[in-house]
C-alpha cells in the first residue's frame, strides 16, 4: 500500500503546476483525499480536498479561484491543479486520504482523521 506525491518543483510567480497524488495497492475513490502543505516555520495547513463518493471538492479560502483538485479514477489518481502560483505558496505539499467509511466521507477532513500518507513535493514559488 502506496501514496506518492509528485509534481512539485520551481516556478515563477503566477506560474502553474500540477501535483499529483497516485496510489498503488488501493482504490482511491474510496476514500476522500486531501492536500495539505507546510511552510517552513508553519503549521501544515489543509489546502483541498475531494469528497467521497461524490467527489464534492474544499478549498482553503487562501487557494480558493486558483487551485483545482480532481479525480482520474481510471488512473487511480488524484490532481492538484495550481495557478497563478504566489511567494507564499511555497511549502512542502502532501496529498493524504481519510479514513476508510461504507457511508463515505465528506470534505474537509482533520489531519486526525487521515490514513495513508505520501511523502510530500516541494512547491517553490520564487523570481
Known amino acids: 500500500v502506496q501514496l506518492q506525491a509528485s509534481g512539485g518543483g520551481l516556478v515563477q510567480p503566477g506560474g502553474s503546476l500540477r501535483l499529483s497524488c497516485a496510489a498503488s495497492?488501493?482504490?482511491?475513490?474510496?476514500?476522500?483525499i486531501a492536500w495539505f502543505r507546510q511552510a517552513p516555520g508553519k503549521e501544515r495547513e489543509g489546502v483541498s480536498c475531494?469528497?467521497?463518493?461524490?467527489?464534492?471538492?474544499y478549498y482553503v479560502d487562501s487557494v480558493k479561484g486558483r487551485f483545482t483538485i480532481s479525480r482520474d479514477n481510471a488512473r487511480n489518481t488524484v490532481y492538484l491543479q495550481m495557478n497563478s502560483l504566489r511567494p507564499e505558496d511555497t511549502a512542502v505539499y502532501y496529498c493524504a486520504t481519510s479514513r476508510l467509511s461504507l457511508f463515505g466521507v465528506s470534505c474537509p477532513i482533520e489531519e486526525a482523521d487521515t490514513n495513508y500518507w505520501g511523502q510530500g513535493t516541494q512547491v517553490t514559488v520564487s523570481s
Open positions: 475531494i469528497s467521497s463518493p461524490d467527489s464534492t471538492t
Open positions: 495497492g488501493f482504490t482511491l475513490d474510496s476514500y476522500a
